[in-house]
């Protein structure tokens, strides 16, 4: 009997040994497996996969998210009355903490293809009405409802998109999107500072009399 019992507990042992060593294909189960195994999803991937299982996702921050390093949150909502409210909102950023070479950038990255290098609306996508638009974008610079559009409106605008235009929340941080917009208005001031020197001058040489325009 122990002989038996010794040559019984021999072949579990070696069973038991044999197993162990063999490749294992089967994961087996765990316990909920959804936070186990989590799914990947790409930037901008559709979440109707968790939606037909009558999960409530979207994709979206928690309202009221702030991103990390963001000293600048945005408060208003997308909706109609936030959209006039906006007009009140000044940008945070003074103009001597804006590196303006870095805005022209961002504006050239994120802004130059629809409405130009110049701001004057004519963008690769655009090209004079040869391009893959078939609608001008805004001209920055002589298109009087951008021109005359506070700078919280227009970081409403680009925040949330207005348009034909998408949001641009994902592609620039807050503190970026003053940025874009206070590069914009420079180049509006500038352009409006111009006019009223090419203008002051007409107004003087009109009223000066032939005679000492003569004499130049």
Known sequence: ???????????????????????RRNTGRAYMPDMVYSVAYETYAPTNRLEKSGASYNGRPVEGTIARGDFFPYTL??????????????????????????????????????????????GPLWKDGSGPFTSAPRNFMTDPVVVNMPEGTMFQSVTYGKNMMGSYASQLSTRQRWMVIAYIKSKQAASAAAKTTVAAADSIKKAMPDSAMKKK
């Open 1 to 23: 009997m122990k002989n038996f019992l010794i040559i019984a507990g021999s072949i579990i042992a070696g069973i038991a040994i044999v197993s162990c060593n063999k490749v």
């Open 77 to 122: 909502k997308n909706d109609s009355t936030s959209y006039a409210q906006s007009a009140a909102t000044k940008n945070p950023l003074t103009p001597g903490s804006i590196d303006m070479k870095e805005a022209e950038r961002l504006y050239l990255v994120n802004c130059g293809i629809c409405h130009g290098s110049k701001l004057d609306g004519n």
